[in-house]
């Protein structure tokens, strides 16, 4: 890789290694995203792409490897730095974690409120255009305990996009929606890359969304990347782990791995 | 044995790594009430008016009634003793000073630890359980600073002013009864209930119950960040919360009557 081609990538992650206690969650991961396409990391339930999404964005620190974004790596930043470096990084999670307390508008408000020093009547109205982004025109006075499931998860963009990030995160954007307002929602990152020239990174389980929006995907199996590479690669891909995604395989057992298994059960009980 | 070795060890750091988090946490909700201010970082004064408003305002009508009653309690008691030395003239000694030395900030702090304490607790649970602490720090904001110092400020502001609530009604609930009850007379129970009372009484209160609010509040931090486990765990930690708090305010209260009695 030389040097003029690094630049391109606005996040590259290297041989990152997370534990939890002993168990080791992610060993030895790598993957680079460029500026300005939508990246899907695929996986199974506990494959751990949404512990590779906290630590991309900072919420934990990894026991090795590095996370460098827009140049800087993210593990060596001390909290005031990376405080200032999340401002232009927004995040979508996966139970919308909008703030009960306060407005679907507030929400929406409180990075620019915070972050910003501009004028309440600017506010009020960067608020209504990015809320009219989403679909939500008209929803400012809110409660978030008033929104569906669907609406709180197009809120928590517009929250997510409220202070114009170069790099939007999402975990499980269509995680327990109806097929409808899963589609929905990904038409929606559609929209909202064409008209921020964002940077995507959406961690999801569901094809048919990686179809929809990916412009390269990953592919995580028992914290390692089992694939990369473009959609139509995926799609040709022999690896048996990826065909058995792609193809909604149960997971085989053989007979002695389902004996190891009962002995541990019955050893276990004591 | 290597289990049993293990699961001592495990057992000690576990322990470790929970003395560390509540280290954390007092350092930095003190860095955040009273360095960061001044260098610029900023105090989140309006929600700290709410919280001023949540803990405080909205405790006074359960604050007054519960010392009515124990300043009413402490005058039948004072006085079923004092009769048979035909001394019931001080009554007014005995809970003026039972009352704000002890009484007063003891049950504010118990009423706060179980109104507020608990719903710290199970706020910043919830907060947690529904990412919504991740959020705030995704966003760059800083947790403590969000949630913490202004319940932590609200609370040491109003639980010494619910105190000294306490401290009059409690003093009144006296008087109820040694006019209607004891035929003290009014004028003269007050005379002897200001006599009895010296600036150090109501002073001592007033620290301790400042005490007791910082227990309160970083007892429901604390709580609140460690929840585990969707609902229930709000739930366990919520209640966790008040039984650690309250326990934790009455040996504070022993420490400091000891240190009231033998050195100040």
Redesign the interface.
């Known amino acids: 890789m030389d040097s003029a081609k690094r630049e391109d990538y606005i996040i590259r992650v290297e041989d990152l290694v997370v534990a939890f206690d002993s168990r080791v969650v992610l060993n030895g991961v790598s993957l680079n995203v460029r500026r300005g396409e939508t990246m899907v990391i695929l996986g199974g339930s506990g494959c751990g792409k949404s512990t590779l999404l906290?630590h991309i964005?900072?919420?934990r620190r990894p026991e090795s490897g590095k996370i460098i974004i827009k140049g800087r790596d993210i593990t060596q930043l001390d909290?005031e730095e990376?405080?200032?470096?999340?401002?232009k990084?927004g995040?979508v999670?996966?139970?919308s974690?909008?703030?009960?307390?306060i407005s679907v508008g507030d929400n929406v408000a409180?990075?620019l409120r915070?972050?910003t020093k501009l004028e309440e009547s600017t506010i009020q109205i960067m608020t209504k255009i990015k809320l009219d982004m989403v679909g939500l025109a008209g929803y400012e006075s809110f409660m978030p305990s008033e929104l569906s499931g669907g609406m709180k998860k197009r809120a928590a963009f517009a929250r997510a996009i409220s202070?114009d990030p170069e790099i939007l995160f999402c975990d499980e954007p269509s995680a327990g929606q109806d097929p409808i307002i899963a589609a929905g929602l990904d038409q929606l990152i559609l929209k909202l890359k064409k008209a921020l020239k964002m940077t995507i990174v959406v961690v999801t389980h569901e094809m048919a969304s990686m179809y929809t929006i990916a412009d390269r995907v990953i592919m995580l199996r028992g914290g390692k990347v089992i694939f990369r590479g473009t959609q139509k690669e995926f799609k040709a891909s022999d690896h048996p782990r990826v065909k058995q995604f792609i193809d909604r395989r149960p997971e085989e057992y053989s007979e002695e791995e389902i004996g190891r298994y009962a002995r541990a059960l019955t050893s276990n009980s004591f | 044995m290597e289990l049993f070795f293990g699961s001592i060890g495990r057992r000690a750091l576990d322990f470790l790594e929970r003395i560390y988090f509540l280290y954390r946490l007092i350092v930095d909700s003190l860095y955040w009430t009273f360095v960061a201010p001044v260098v610029g970082k900023g105090l989140r004064v309006g929600s700290t008016f709410d919280e001023m408003v949540k803990v405080g305002v909205s405790a006074v009508p359960i604050v007054v009634l519960i010392s009515l009653s124990i300043g009413m309690i402490l005058a039948m008691q004072s006085a079923y003793q004092l009769e048979q030395f035909g001394a019931t003239i001080f009554t007014a000694d005995l809970v003026a000073v039972a009352q704000t030395r002890e009484l007063g900030p003891l049950m504010t702090a118990i009423i706060v630890a179980g109104r507020s304490g608990s719903g710290i607790a199970a706020e910043i649970g919830t907060m947690k359980v529904s990412e919504e602490i991740d959020a705030l720090q995704s966003m760059g904001f800083h947790p403590i600073k969000f949630l913490v110092v202004p319940k932590l400020i609200a609370l040491a502001v109003m639980v010494p002013c619910l105190t000294i609530i306490a401290d009059f009604v409690g003093i009144g609930g006296g008087v109820v009864i040694a006019v209607f009850s004891l035929d003290l007379g009014f004028t003269r129970y007050i005379t002897r209930t200001i006599f009895a009372l010296v600036f150090k009484d109501i002073v001592a209160g007033l620290i301790k119950s400042f005490v007791f609010a910082f227990l309160v509040g970083i007892i429901g931090c604390y709580m609140g960040f460690k929840v585990e486990g969707g609902a229930e765990g709000v739930g366990r930690n919520t209640t966790q919360s008040v039984v650690v708090s309250i326990f934790l305010i009455i040996l504070a209260d022993a420490f400091f009557t000891a240190i009231f009695y033998y050195i100040w």
């Open positions: 906290r964005i900072g919420l909290n990376l405080s200032k470096l999340l401002r990084v995040v999670f996966q139970s974690a909008l703030f009960n307390s409180l990075p915070e972050h202070m």
